[in-house]
């Protein structure tokens, strides 16, 4: 056994000791100093204390600790070689909780203090007792997980310079450049941008990268009632209120654009745009349906229905939803386990659930995870 490994094993106390020499005195020390997890801590069920207004903080790590690329990310020690203070590193912060969830024999909350005073060194403005929006602190954390990757910063030196800064101006922005960190290999796709020329049908094609979609849940001020019907505004053409500049006809006409998913990610997330802050902050109580397994072959490029490659369909594993009004409200998430039970997770209370609660929520970020990897 190399040090490296045996460092992994007593950073990881809960996991199971296997010594390849049979010597019986080893064994007894291996006896006594070992346990097995509770049932709880093999699924990673517990809840985070409030630590006040917290809660828009569990709910997003509720999601990131189940979500099976990143847990295998952690469990396998992917973050065990990093540089930094783990007191600065919010990718260090998220591994402590790993530990703490998958090995500790405490069914109480865990009380996420290291990862909040890193996250306010990082952000100041999430300091405070004020809510903040789980949305913001999804995007917030899964770009530090990028920025924090053992990987990207053992590679920067052989990687193309970046800003000085290190970080204004991302590589891993430009979908040119692929970024190999969890973060990306996670959540990572495509999103294909089309402007037509109204008058002589000329396209322009632009290619982002995107991280999660963010879909109005309304048109023309009636709600939409499904995730499909979101997914279908999101993605059809759409007359531009603008005059645009035609290279090709040399014209100022009309352009329609349109979306479309050019890559799926392994893992998508999606945010029903509950809240609008248009002077005043308003929230958005209609009810969306949201299916358990989720078809995205329409709106990917190549409309992949042949069916049997499985590969566009998605499954419901985790829902944050939000209660009570836009200033004073909380965030709870669902989340199923490794076994398709449905848990709820609101602060430090973990509880059993059906799919019908799942499906009866407000939901405000769905997290979908790819059926069958490709
Ligand atoms: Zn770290
Ligand atoms: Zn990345
Ligand atoms: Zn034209």
Redesign the pocket.
Same mark, same amino acid.
């Given at each position: 056994m190399n040090l490296k490994a045996g460092g992994m094993l007593s950073a990881y106390p809960g996991m199971p000791v296997h010594d390849l020499e049979h010597n019986s005195k080893k064994e007894q020390l291996i006896k006594k100093y070992s346990r097995i997890p509770t049932y709880k801590a093999t699924r990673g069920l517990k809840g985070f204390i409030n630590m006040g207004s917290t809660c828009f903080m569990s709910s997003i790590l509720q999601a990131i600790v189940h979500n099976p690329f990143i847990r295998d990310y952690y469990l396998s020690g992917s973050h065990l070689d990093c540089p930094r203070d783990p007191k600065d590193c919010i990718s260090c912060c998220v591994g402590e909780i790993f530990k703490d969830f998958y090995s500790s024999t405490s069914t109480s909350g865990y009380g996420p203090s290291s990862m909040l005073s890193a996250a306010w060194k990082v952000r100041k403005s999430l300091a405070g007792y004020s809510e903040q929006d789980a949305h913001e602190f999804w995007q917030f954390l899964i770009h530090q997980l #990028?920025k924090n990757?053992t990987k990207?910063l053992h590679d920067r030196e052989s990687t193309p310079a970046l800003d000085s800064d290190g970080d204004k101006k991302d590589l891993?922005s430009n979908p040119l450049f692929k970024?190999d960190?969890i973060? #990306?290999r996670t959540f990572a796709g495509e999103l294909q941008s089309t402007l037509t020329c109204a008058d002589c049908g000329n396209k322009h094609v632009t290619i982002d990268p995107m991280l999660d979609l963010s879909l109005e849940i309304r048109e023309r001020n009636e709600s939409l009632k499904t995730l499909d019907e979101c997914l279908q505004k999101f993605t059809k053409p759409e007359k531009l209120d603008i005059l645009f500049s035609c290279p090709r006809c040399a014209k100022k006409t009309g352009v329609t654009k349109q979306l479309q998913i050019r890559k799926l990610p392994p893992t998508l997330c999606i945010q029903l745009k509950r809240f609008e802050h248009v002077n005043v902050s308003t929230k958005l109580e209609a009810h969306v349906d949201i299916p358990l397994i989720l078809d995205m072959s329409k709106y990917t490029l190549d409309g992949r229905r042949n069916g049997d490659s499985g590969s566009d369909l998605y499954e419901l594993y985790a829902v944050v939803y939000h209660i009570g009004n836009v200033n004073t409200g909380h965030y709870i998430s669902l989340v199923k386990d490794r076994d398709g039970m449905w848990f709820k997770f609101d602060d430090s209370h973990v509880v059993r659930v059906s799919e019908k609660d799942v499906l009866a929520s407000q939901a405000y970020l769905l997290f979908y995870i790819i059926h069958e990897m490709p």
């Open positions: #990028h990757d990207r891993a970024c960190c973060t #990306h």
